[in-house]
């Protein structure tokens, strides 16, 4: 697809112009002049479709969601980071962030080199990579905090960035700018970082475990972001602190770290990439010599040749998770797509199961989101892509509305018991079919429960398509492609227990209409 694009959006167009005229015999001269010779021309071009290399990238081709993307920052391996694309014009990728205590950060060396815990909640995202993402240009750090009283206030700094690990990596910070006070520059610049078990401070004692924390401590602290989460505005120095704000010993309720490069160079890398990507081999051999008398050679002539290159590469976001697969993305989580021209979202990706790469467009696992919902909410989706979800009918539609696609349904029940169905063909209308759904071409464990609703439209509460003369999706507390009504059903009520109830989420020919399951996943790739 890249190179049938880039096929198409090469003109290259070359004009040669050889003047060659003189003064010989009729029969020895050309026999028209000007002459407009059309060369035989050579291209080979290789173009490499860059990573972005941050969140900021992200934001300048047009991502305006928060959220969790994968980056490129330089030549090692990419990694996924949480984007921050709304506050103060977006692009910020985040490295730090403490909301709830749910994550110790009270940890040692080695997991604060690598990363841990959770993009979309407390997580910090590791020295090695807060390296990669600073090492080249300048840098831009916000830190956005938080009180228990609902009150906010932030600190910019314009110069931002974290040497490597031989280095302990070493802080560079400066240019404050905000409402916080400056906690960090006026103390902690030029600071090495410690942890329990590597201490690099001024102190003779080990200001990490005196803090209970993690950071880039002097003797030792006015800010501690890394320190002990406590659910109330605790008045302890080991806490969240941030001193020119709330003082030395007045807990965080939030905190936010996030850095985002000051200038603009993404598609500069393209354009420089793409430059010395093409390589136009042009061999033109031009023989114009004669015996005629000197007086009558041709008078030398300079060699112009006009080209003209309009090259125009378009650096095609994957259209799916098959195709983040077949670019060597090995691990599950959520990524950016685009099938067709219409705007980029985001999917959650699988993997690992069968070969990888499927889309995953419906999660059931907790009960912790309401399915019974109305037409609209179907058709634009709703959930947490890690967690349960239904990603929308629409999207549905345009990630299936082209070539053949497999349907795969992973089941389980509160006995732990696993089973699948797979179908080798798979799509969904547009809108203007009600989404309506072509299925069939079974083969799995679970039986087939879903081809009896091939040709059937998707019915809400509030949008009733199915072939009963009542409401199927009332009547089963629930939204699906209903026949006359269901023999599956899993988008009904999630009962937490093995319940026998036939507005569950069931699926008849593997536990029967009534048994309602644990946990369902519905997930597309495409067949070639």
Known sequence: MIATKLMYSLMIIIVIINTVNGNCPDDEKETTSPVVTITNTSVNA?????????????????????????????????????CDMETDGGGWTVFQRRQDGSVDFYRNWTDYENGFGDLTGEFWLGLSKIRHLTKEGSNTLRVDLGDFEGNTAYANYSTFSVSNGSTEYI?????????????????HNGRRFSTKDNDNDFRSRNCAQVYTGAWWYNDCAYANLNGHYFNT?????Q??????????????????????????????????????????????????????????????????????????LECVMPTDCKAWKELGKNQSGVYPIT???????????????????????????????????????????????TGEFWLGLSKIHRLTKEGSNTLRVDLEDFEGNTAYANYSTFSVGDGSTEYILTVGGYSGTAGDSLTWHNGRRFTTRDNDNDAWDNNCAEFRNGAWWYNQCAFSNLNGIYFKTA??????????FWKNSHYTLKFTEMKTRRNN
């Not at 802080?171 to 103390?187: E, I, K, M, N, R």
Request: aromatic share 14%.
């Open 499 to 508: 319940t026998d109830n036939y507005k569950g989420i069931n699926w008849r």
């Open 171 to 187: 802080l560079t910070v400066g240019g404050y700018s905000g409402t916080a006070g400056d906690s960090l520059s006026s103390y």
């Open 239 to 312: 806490g969240i602190i941030w001193r020119h704000w709330k003082g030395y010993d007045v807990s965080l309720k939030f905190s936010e770290m996030k850095t985002r490069r000051n200038k603009r160079i993404f598609s500069i890398m393209i354009a420089t990439k793409l430059m010395y990507s093409l390589m136009i081999i042009i061999v033109i051999i031009n023989t114009v010599n004669g015996n005629c008398p000197e007086n009558e050679k041709e008078k030398p002539f300079p060699f112009v040749t006009n080209t003209s290159v309009n090259a125009t």
């Open 46 to 82: 290789t173009p490499e479709c860059v990573m972005p290399t941050d969140c900021k990238a992200w934001k300048e081709l047009g991502i305006k969601q928060n959220g969790v993307y994968p980056i490129k920052p330089d030549n090692g391996p990419a990694f996924q980071v949480y």
């Open 339 to 385: 099938p067709d021209n219409g705007p980029a979202f985001q999917v959650y990706c699988d993997m690992e199961t069968d070969g990888g790469g499927w889309t995953v467009f419906q999660r059931r696992q907790d009960g912790s989101v309401d399915f019974y919902r109305n037409w609209t909410d179907y058709e634009n989706g709703f959930g947490d892509l």
């Open 233 to 237: 505005a605790a008045r302890n120095h």
